[in-house]
C-alpha cells in the first residue's frame, strides 16, 4: 500500500530525510516513531504528495506518485499536525466542501457524519472554521478525512491536541478500520500510542531509520521496554543527569 525507496528531503544543505526505505501492508498500523525534528512530518508530507522529494521514488496504492499525485490524492486521506480550514467556513460548509470535490454521496456521509460528530463530541458545525479552537479544528479535519474511509490513512501526530476521550476514540476507530482492511500511516513521538495501537513500528532518528520491526519483535531483540529501547536509540545524553542538574 506504501513503499518509499531512498526517499530523501533536503533543505539547503541540511538533510531532514536521509535515503529512507518504508513498506506497508494492507489493514497495517504502521508507527513511524521518532523525537522532536527527526523527520516524520517531511517524511508524512512528501509520501501524500504535499512535498518533492529531494531524492527517492513513492508508490501509494501501486501507483507512483510522479505519474498519479491526482489519483493517489483522491484515494487517500491525510490528517496533517496542522488543521489549516479556511477560516470564513463554518464547520458544515467545510464538509460541504469536501463531500463536493471528492464527489461523494451527499445521504451516505450525512450519516457517517452525524455518527462522528456524535462519537468526537462535535456540536458547532455552524461555527466559523476561524471562531474554533485548535483542537476543535482538528477534530472537524479528522471527521472530514474519516467519513470518507479511505483506504490509506496518513495521520501525523494525530491524538496531539485532542482531549483523553477524543484521542481514545480515535485510537479504538484507526484500529477497527484497520480491521476492516484501511491501511494507517501514523507518526507519533509518543512511545504508548506507538507501543497500543500499532502492529509494526519504525524509529526515526535524525532522518534516518534506526530500527524497525513488529513491536513485540523490538522488545525481544534488546530485551528491554520499548521506551528503553526508543530512548537508547535515540538520545545520546543520560535522562538522569539532564535532571538532576535541572
Ligand atoms: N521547510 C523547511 N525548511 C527548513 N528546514 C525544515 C523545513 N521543514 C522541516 N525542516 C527541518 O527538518 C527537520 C525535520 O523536521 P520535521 O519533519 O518537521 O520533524 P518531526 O515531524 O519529526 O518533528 C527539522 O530539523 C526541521 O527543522
Ligand atoms: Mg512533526
Redesign the pocket.
Known amino acids: 500500500m506504501i513503499r518509499a525507496v531512498g526517499l530523501t528531503k533536503k ?2 544543505d ?1 538533510i ?2 536521509d535515503g529512507i526505505n518504508l513498506n506497508v501492508n494492507q489493514g497495517e498500523v504502521f508507527g513511524f516513531l ?10 508524512i508530507k512528501m509520501l501524500t504528495g504535499t512535498l518533492k522529494p529531494t531524492a527517492g521514488s513513492i508508490e501509494i496504492l501501486g501507483m507512483d506518485m510522479k505519474n498519479y499525485p491526482i489519483e493517489i490524492k483522491r484515494r487517500i486521506g491525510v490528517a496533517p ?1 496542522e488543521p489549516r480550514i479556511y477560516e470564513h467556513l463554518k464547520g458544515y460548509e467545510f464538509l460541504e466542501f469536501i463531500i463536493s470535490i471528492y464527489k461523494l454521496d451527499k445521504t451516505e456521509m450525512k450519516v457517517k457524519i452525524e455518527e462522528l460528530c456524535d462519537a468526537f463530541e462535535v456540536d458547532y458545525l455552524d461555527k466559523l472554521a476561524g471562531e474554533m479552537s485548535h483542537g476543535m479544528r482538528q477534530k472537524l479535519m479528522l471527521i472530514s478525512v474519516l467519513m470518507r474511509k479511505p483506504e490509506v490513512l496518513f495521520m ?1 501526530e494525530p491524538t496531539v491536541g485532542l482531549d483523553a476521550k477524543s484521542a481514545k476514540i480515535l485510537k479504538e476507530l484507526l484500529m477497527k478500520y484497520a480491521r476492516e482492511g484501511t491501511t494507517v500511516f501514523m ?1 507519533t ?1 509518543i512511545l504508548e500510542i506507538a507501543e497500543k495501537m500499532c502492529d509494526r513500528i519504525a524509529i ?1 532518528n535524525k ?1 534516518q531509520i534506526i530500527a524497525e520491526a513488529s513491536v513485540s519483535e523490538l522488545k525481544e531483540k534488546y530485551r528491554a521496554s520499548l521506551e528503553d529501547i526508543f530512548l537508547s536509540l535515540t538520545a545520546t545524553n543520560d535522562i538522569k543527569d539532564i535532571v538532576d542538574s535541572l
Open positions: 533543505f539547503g541540511f531532514a530525510v521518532g523525537p522532536n525534528g527527526a523527520g516524520k512530518t517531511t517524511t499536525d501525523d507518526t513521538h526515526i532522518g
